[in-house]
């Protein structure tokens, strides 16, 4: 079975450039996360989706930041303009359903770094 | 909110040595407790996870963890560490009724020969 996919895997560009991340996630899973992960820290919930519905984008800074997942399978993540604070890995997972108690599963990430 | 607690940003154990990284969480009630692994360049893998049941959790590669709850911990354990355990380590909880993992700060595991 096929894990999360993640691509790219490594972005370099400079400040004020935007950036896009693209995540699929295990076939037949309805839950798709996004997570900001920086250097020495935990994940972040940065965005859940159930299907193609965002349930719980809190987190989300919405005045850089925006994510969609059509026909609920794939997503992206895109930030416009990326900022020097913006370094950081960004991961993708994935869960059967919304339930608390599933397990996610995570993609390898994509490390984005802003110049 | 959840929080969680990870102490010692960087662990060092002797290959064959016991593997003990602590985590405890706060909150008045107990939530769904994580440990989850990764590797250089790999995404985080799930070694073990309490629910409900059984407070002593078995899970990949020879790790397992036990539930307090008077303690608020979950601290994960392995009786002999080997050189591929080198790795992050990653608590993580869920609150009930919620879906929102909550992480804790990681613990770099560096095994020596």
């Known amino acids: 079975e096929a894990g999360v996919v993640q691509s790219p895997r490594y972005k370099i560009i400079e400040k004020k450039q935007p950036v896009a991340f693209w995540c699929n996630p295990i076939?037949?899973?309805?839950?798709l996360y996004w997570y900001l992960q920086n250097l020495g820290q935990g994940p972040e919930l940065l965005i859940r989706?159930?299907?193609?519905?965002?349930?719980?984008d809190s987190q989300l800074p919405k005045d850089r930041f925006s994510a969609e997942r059509l026909k609920g399978v794939d997503s992206t993540l895109k930030i416009q303009p990326a900022e020097l604070g913006d370094s950081a890995v960004y991961l993708c997972?994935?869960?059967?359903?919304?339930?608390?108690?599933?397990?996610?599963?995570f993609g390898p990430g994509t490390r984005l770094t802003v110049l | 909110a959840q929080s969680v607690t990870q102490l010692g940003s960087h662990v060092s154990v002797s290959e064959g040595a016991l593997v003990l990284l602590r985590c405890n969480y706060s909150?008045?009630?107990?939530?769904?407790l994580f440990w989850y692994v990764q590797y250089p360049n790999q995404g985080l893998q799930l070694l073990l996870k309490?629910?409900?049941?059984?407070?002593l959790v078995k899970g990949i590669n020879g790790f397992e963890a036990e539930f307090k709850k008077s303690e608020t911990s979950f601290h994960l354990t392995k009786p002999s560490a080997h050189m591929s355990d080198a790795a992050e380590y990653f608590c993580?909880?869920?609150?009930?009724?919620?879906?929102?993992?909550?992480f804790g700060k990681g613990n770099q595991v560096v095994v020596i020969p």
């Open positions: 997972a994935s869960s059967p359903g919304g339930a608390s108690t599933d397990t996610q599963y």
């Open positions: 076939s037949g899973h309805n839950t």
């Open positions: 989706y159930e299907n193609e519905e965002a349930v719980d």
């Open positions: 909150s008045s009630v107990p939530p769904y």
């Open positions: 309490y629910t409900t049941g059984a407070t």
């Open positions: 993580a909880v869920i609150a009930h009724g919620n879906n929102r993992l909550a």
